[in-house]
């Protein structure tokens, strides 16, 4: 089971860290990744991590702004979120994939309940 924590409204130019613990497993089987949907629109890839932390891939959106990070010991990931935009506001999911090494978006299997991320301009 994953859970996300950490949302919030932050001004634009504000940071956020989101946070992912998953329950039940062991978090370096997997690779982590972030998600994020906007009321009507589909979900949307936002960035992801090997499961050693070694490999990362981003949104062109979000590249040089946010940051993935994981912490294997203590099965959490994170997403330090920086310079949020208005357009940052969404629901974000974590997730996993059994795929170790899989940062493609379609890897991705098992998911967690979202945090809402509100920017105010």
């Known amino acids: 089971q994953l859970q996300a924590s950490g949302g919030g409204t932050v001004q634009a130019g504000g940071s956020l860290r989101l946070s992912c613990a998953l329950f039940?497993?062991?978090?370096?089987?997997?690779?982590a990744g972030w998600f994020r949907q906007i009321p009507g629109q589909e979900r949307e890839f936002v960035a992801a991590t090997v499961w050693a932390g070694t490999a990362k891939r981003y949104a062109d959106s979000v590249k040089g702004r946010f940051a993935i990070s994981r912490d294997n010991d203590n099965n959490m990931c994170y997403l330090q979120m920086t310079n949020l935009r208005p357009g940052d506001t969404a629901v974000y999911y974590c997730?996993?994939?059994?795929?170790?090494?899989?940062?493609?978006?379609?890897?991705?299997?098992?998911w967690g309940q979202g945090t809402q991320v509100t920017v105010s301009s």
């Open positions: 997730a996993a994939s059994s795929h170790p090494y899989g940062l493609g978006p379609k890897h991705f299997n098992y």
């Open positions: 039940g497993g062991t978090f370096s089987s997997y690779a």
